[in-house]
Nanobody, 126 residues
Framework: QLQLVESGGGLVQTGGSLRLSCVAS????????IGWFRQAPGKEREALSC????????PYGESVEGRFTISRDNAKNTVYLQMNSLRPEDTAVYYC???????????????????WGQGTQVTVSS
């Protein structure tokens, strides 16, 4: 079974950038779609983006479209989330999640994902 570990979070000023990584262990990595989500204190978990197993589908949530970019490197079992133009409202715990889906699809909803990482904190100061 796949295991996911996020990294790359931290403290950044408004307008800055961070790149999050989601590293997976497991031999069937290329059969999984990967999603990025976040949860701020007192708020529901929000879908940010996802990438299909083939890498051709990469939808974004409205709040991050144009600022965040998702990509994957199957040789490294890693999905990245490049975050630019960060704002204080981007402060949250960021999670990656995996959905075993070999059909080059991915979905911006939590219920599609079976496996979750532990999360990494991103804090954007004003």
């Amino acid at each position: 079974q796949l295991q996911l570990v996020e990294s790359g979070g931290g403290l950044v000023q408004t307008g800055g950038s961070l790149r999050l990584s989601c590293v997976a262990s497991g031999r069937t990595w290329d059969e999984y779609a990967i999603g990025w989500f976040r949860q701020a204190p007192g708020k529901e978990r929000e879908a940010l983006s996802c990438i299909s197993n083939g890498g051709t589908l990469t939808p974004y949530g409205e709040s991050v479209e144009g600022r965040f970019t998702i990509s994957r490197d199957n040789a490294k079992n890693t999905v990245y989330l490049q975050m630019n133009s960060l704002r204080p409202e981007d402060t949250a715990v960021y999670y990656c999640a995996a959905d075993r889906n070999r059909y080059d699809e991915c979905y911006l909803r939590q219920t599609a994902y079976e496996l979750w990482g532990q999360g990494t904190q991103v804090t954007v100061s004003s």
